[in-house]
C-alpha cells in the first residue's frame, strides 16, 4: 500500500509523511462486495479497518445504531483494547477498505511505538466523543 492514499483519510491525515509511509506497511487495501461483514458481535477482534471508498451499516442487537462512509473506522477497540466486538459492521454497497491486523498493530507498536500511540489517541478521542 502507498502512503498517499492514507493521507485524504480523517484517522491518518494529520500524521507525517514518515508515519504514514510506516502505517502503509502495516496494512492492507482489500475491496469488499455489498454483504460482507466485516465484524460480527461478538467475535474476537483481530483486525480493524478503515473505510476508503463504500458505506456500511453497524447492528448492535440486531438493531441499527449507524451508518459508516469514507474515512470511518471500525473494530480498533479490539486490537486496542482486546475486546469482542460489540457489533456487526456490514458493508452496504461495494467498498474498498483499509485492514491493520492486530499483530501488524503490535508489531508496529514494537518497532514505532509514537506511530501506534497517535492511533491510540484518535481512539481515545473517537470514544470520548461517542459518550459526550
Do not use: W
Not at 2 to 10: K, M, N, T, Y
Not at 41 to 59: K, P, W
Request: proline share 3%; net charge negative; aromatic share 6%.
Amino acid at each position: 500500500m502507498d502512503e498517499s492514499e492514507l493521507q485524504s483519510i480523517p484517522l491518518f491525515e494529520s500524521l507525517d509523511r514518515e508515519h504514514r509511509r510506516v502505517i502503509a506497511q502495516h496494512a492492507d487495501p482489500i475491496r469488499v462486495d455489498e454483504g460482507t461483514q466485516l465484524v460480527r458481535q461478538g467475535e474476537f477482534a483481530y483486525e480493524f479497518f478503515v473505510i476508503e471508498e463504500g458505506s456500511a451499516e453497524v447492528l448492535r442487537d440486531g438493531e441499527h445504531i449507524a451508518d459508516l462512509g469514507p474515512g470511518d473506522f471500525l473494530g480498533e477497540m479490539g486490537i486496542v483494547g482486546k475486546v469482542v466486538r460489540n457489533a456487526t459492521v456490514t458493508a452496504t454497497s461495494k467498498s474498498k477498505v483499509i485492514v491493520m491486523t492486530e499483530q501488524a498493530f503490535r508489531s508496529m507498536s514494537s518497532s514505532n511505538p509514537d506511530v501506534a500511540e497517535r492511533i491510540k489517541s484518535a481512539v481515545e478521542e473517537r470514544c470520548q466523543a461517542l459518550v459526550a
